[in-house]
């Protein structure tokens, strides 16, 4: 018989390990139970706040005995805001938990023979903060004081928690965020109210290209028109030099997908330009494009030790994007095919390609399990495929496709250990697993991404 325990109860546990989402796990009489902020090797009181037969969820009353991992969380809203995870973990133990995490999504889907993979230690950052060339913060008007705040809802809620200095944010977006509120402030442009469906301006997204400092805002919005338009962008490009493209997207549905499907060129540059290595992009403000350049660096180059390219190869890149890994794999490879599914991201791949004068590349919309069974009818047959799937993993047809015919080799990108591991299931059966090098793309936050080179048995 489970135990059933009731909200509000405190208890006493032993802490044994992180789970996926940064939480601590402990068992009580064998029932799981998630505490928040809690950490390895401590002993915590703890309230429940959640009750089923099958786990429990509580929050931290007090710590009886402390891990000496733990440290001061340097952010002052980390408790509040959401956004990270593990701040309150030494950094060097994060980068154990992101592997312990990879360990534990095998464990659970058990691909074949698992307990035998090689589990690489996760690559981690130098300096473990900045590091996001993105920001999307959501706008509110405070009715005390009447002005804009830009921040980011509280975790499991819409509560907003204003962000002035966010420690994870590259510096230059944090300013060009702080300037843009103000000036809405001033210019007292209407700011959605989601209670009662009013207002026009949703969510600020401001893009930096780290190599180039070229700077994008997007100004997202309920309806077309934005009162006061014009003064507002005279004064953002006077005051911020660095912002070289305002653009404006219209998302008018009620819903929590932050960007709609229109979007419209307000001021300078439809795009900005960014740099890994030798490899030049364009960015359109709907453009998917990894948040933390310098580990992408890292893992793209973990993508190419994985590929082998000494001899040049044939390469599939599913999932392709606006082209980023496929074209630095491009130079040492005889030829890449990518897909998508988003017409504009193969349009600005081919636009990227054209810019690195590439001849051995080819970009067509659609989705891998449709085109890649074409691609081998026509007679190409990949020597290898990259793929770099969304948080879901790998679609089920595009599964059925590899297995059909299999590429000898495969580097599986992921973002997500779980769908990696359950997509591992049906992979092992057909590819050796040489090794999981993991990567941390995203310091603090308990996400974690993941290289892993496949060859075929």
């Known amino acids: ?11 006493t546990l032993k802490i044994k390990r992180l789970g996926i989402n940064g939480e601590g796990i402990a068992y009580y009489k064998r029932l799981i139970i998630f505490v928040t ?32 991992d733990r440290i001061i969380p340097p952010c002052p809203v980390y408790e509040e805001c959401g956004g990270c995870q593990l701040q309150h973990l030494a950094y060097n133990k994060q980068l154990d938990f992101k592997k312990d995490l990879l360990r534990q999504a095998l464990e659970k889907y058990k691909p074949d023979g698992y307990q035998d993979f090689e589990l690489r230690d996760t690559l981690g950052m130098e300096d473990p903060w900045h590091y996001r060339n993105k920001a999307q913060f959501q706008l509110r008007k405070n009715k005390q004081t009447n002005q804009v705040e830009a921040g980011l809802y509280r975790a499991d809620s819409h509560q907003l928690v204003p962000l002035k200095d966010c420690l994870v944010q590259e510096e230059t977006t944090q300013k060009v965020i702080n300037t843009v509120t103000n000036l809405l402030t001033k210019y007292d442009v209407p700011i959605y109210d989601e209670r009662i469906n009013a207002g026009i301006l949703r969510t ?48 008018d549905k009620k819903t929590s997908v932050i960007m709609g499907d229109e979007t419209i060129h307000l001021w300078g540059k439809e795009v900005i330009n960014e740099k890994i290595d030798e490899v030049s992009f364009e960015l359109s403000p709907r453009a998917f494009f990894q948040l933390n350049p310098q580990q992408t660096k890292v893992l793209y180059q973990e993508a190419v030790n994985a590929l082998d390219l000494s001899t040049p190869k044939t390469i599939v890149d599913a999932y392709c994007g606006v082209g980023t890994i496929g074209l630095s794999l491009a130079k040492r490879a005889k030829e890449v095919r990518g897909m998508d599914i988003i017409s504009q991201a193969i349009d600005d791949a ?12 080819h970009y067509e919309v659609g989705t891998a399990e449709s085109l890649l069974p074409k691609w081998l009818k026509e007679g190409f047959s990949p020597d290898a495929i990259v793929v770099d799937p969304p948080r879901t993993g790998l679609d089920d047809q595009l599964l059925k496709a590899i297995q059909a015919s299999p590429s000898p080799q495969m580097v599986y990108i992921s973002c997500n250990v779980s769908t990696l591991a359950r997509d591992l299931v049906s992979l092992s059966k057909i590819y050796h697993v040489d090794y999981l090098q993991s990567v941390d793309m995203f310091p603090q936050t308990a996400r974690c991404e993941v290289v892993v080179k496949l060859s075929k048995k």
């Open 37 to 68: 902020g809690a950490l390895p090797n401590e002993t915590v009181v703890a309230r429940i706040n959640k009750a089923t037969p099958r786990f429990a969820e509580a929050d931290l009353v007090k710590i009886t005995k402390k891990s000496p």
């Open 204 to 251: 600020l997204m401001v893009r930096i290209g780290i190599e180039t400092g070229e700077v994008q805002v997007v100004l997202i919005t309920k309806t077309k028109k934005i009162p006061k338009v014009n003064p507002l962008i005279r004064e953002i490009t006077q005051r911020l030099p660095e912002v070289v493209s305002i653009m404006q997207n219209i998302q």
């Open 1 to 11: 018989m489970a135990v059933q325990l009731k909200t509000n109860q405190t208890l």
């Open 350 to 361: 081919k636009k990227n390609a054209e810019a690195m004068n590439l001849t051995n590349t």
